[in-house]
DNA sequence: TCAATCCGTATC
DNA sequence: ATACGGATTGAC
């Protein structure tokens, strides 16, 4: 009974009891309480559990030892979840370890509750956790979030699906698909080996069902495969891939965006090793593959890898990470190359595989750059509506005779806001080279970055003095193509309408990058349109990327022995339009290597932002203990977020400098000091 | 001299 | 978030 302890508020008179006061008398009660409370009986064997608490913070990132009772004995497994208290709070935790004593010199609390005994953290993925928290300066508890998918209790009890047939597992089949580059590493998958490579597909090629093959070597050396592509449709197509070389029920799709109980049964198919291959989007990075023979990342330069929440880890490097760990094979493949993936072949981590010199002539299309001049615009007052010169509408025609054509125009948000209106160099600011905008109609242009106003900009190309608005949009590109060829449908592709595919009568397809649907038996004819506002993005990877987008529209014309063309609109001295017209994606990888070397940037370099209100970032930066070699650049302005600090280390600094933003984060949080959010290696600057 | 309060630190 | 320990303050 409480009757005797209970006395004290009565005495009160009621309006002078604070409700404040009043609560924290009876948590203090609560917690005298559970002081008191009767040692738990624990569990025989093993008695102690270490937990990694679900707790942000960089300085409580580290397992903490709890006493398991008796009567979780059974639950409370490595890998399993937790609740725990912790300061004073109820957490979700992961066990990690059952251990028979603790280093803890006081007293252990009891675990409060075992979630399930369904060990849904593998050691594995522990260790991958620890490393990528590590590489990214962030917390295990962030990097958890990303790598185990909420609980569904309902699915989580459901029976295992029912084992099928054995997979085909064609090795022939297997290495006929790989024989135009090199059957050996497909081979080698399937004999257990572990090579390395950064595979430059062929232009056209069916790189889905090259992947579904490289996991279906693997699997015949009793391994498993993770395969990353960038969004759902890609998992679809090589959902579909797999299916025709292995048979149905062999493979499981892991997406985020399939609804928890979907995503979580998947998961635990993968965890309790019932599917052996994986395919997926970035969230599949992490899943608990047993017997991990092969991790496969494609087109590893979309930005759909870089992770938006912290600590913003990138796909290709957190399976790199894991290839390393798990000494498993690793396949980078796609139709450009990064200078990441250039990088992995240069130091001789990972080997080129690419097919012979003829062989990608005979695949690729035949390639033309066409600029817009003047001339040809003031001769054709049709082409300048649709912003195509007089070549690029003649292979529009031409191509619509024999299939469909794919018309690839940027997206709005991608483009400088404003232009010369005679030479459509975009207008960029004197101060810091950022965008101009038009604030109001009436104000004189300023910047989009630091607001400096412009009002006697004159065109650095040219002189001229009058500025527009770049005529683009897909919706707008597509109204325009369709008044010039009246007779063929049109269809559009791009942000919240993507086509997967479409067949092979012609017609005018116009989508944004990253957005193009594959065409049965490929396109006639592409075109490119507005190369040069794609290549002045103010970004650290514009012609990388630029390239990428090309490329991967590009790859998607019949060979050109087909009739397949492809006219990108600009300037045919581009440095990066000619590496599209040569159809080589590692001499210009090479090159931009170089380039990023001496300018010492990623992955030459490693580089960090400190982004914060102006005072924290300076103490956080001025709390970094950095390795030699290290610059700052900034602060600079960065938006509604304060001002953005540059950290740039020697890549063999790397490890340091992720090791000093470990440990400043660490200490700003036991500080209670307002938060600086940290990022290694951004994939972009702004 | 002791209790109430503040502040920094650990959180198992 | 909360709880604890040690330092600091203030009333007797």
Known sequence: MTGTGDDEPQLELPGLVRARDTARAVRKQAAARSKQAKPVDPAPELPVARVLVDVPLAHLDKPFDYLVPRKLDADVVPGSRVKVRFAGQ???GFVVERIAESDHPGRLTPLRRAVSAEPVLSPEVARLSELVAARYAGTRSDVL???VPPRHATV??????PTPDSPRLDIEAAAHAWQPYDDATVRAFATGGSPRVVWSALPAADWPALLAHAAAATLASGRGSLLCVPDHRDVTRVDEALTAVLGAGHHVLLTADAGPAARYRAFLAVSRGEARVVVGTRAAAFAPVHDLGLVAIWDDGDDLYAEPRAPYPHTREVLLTRAHEQSCAVLVGGFARTVEAEYLVRTGWAAELSAPRTTVRAAAPQVAVTGATDQELARDPRARSARLPRSAFEA???GLEHGPVLIQTPRQGYLPSLACDRCRTPATCRA??????LPKPSEPPECRWCGTPEPQWACGECGNRGLRAPVVGER????????AFPAVPVHSSSGERVLARVDAKPAVVVATPGAEPVADGGYAC????DTWLMLARPDLRTAEESLRRWLDAAALARPGGRGGRVVAVGDPADQTLQALVRWDPSGFAQREMAERQSAHLPPASRLATLVGAEADVQSAAAALELPDGAELLGPVPAGDDGVRLVVRVPRASGGALSRALVEMQGVRDAKKLPAVRVQVDPVALD
């Open 476 to 483: 707008r590109t597509a109204e325009e193509i369709g008044r």
């Open 432 to 437: 810091c080279r950022g965008p101009l905008h």
């Open 396 to 398: 529009i025609r031409a």
């Open 145 to 147: 979030r990303l790598a």
């Open 526 to 529: 592409v075109v490119l349109l």
């Open 90 to 92: 109820d957490v979700d």
């Open 156 to 161: 989580e009890k459901q029976p295992t699906a």
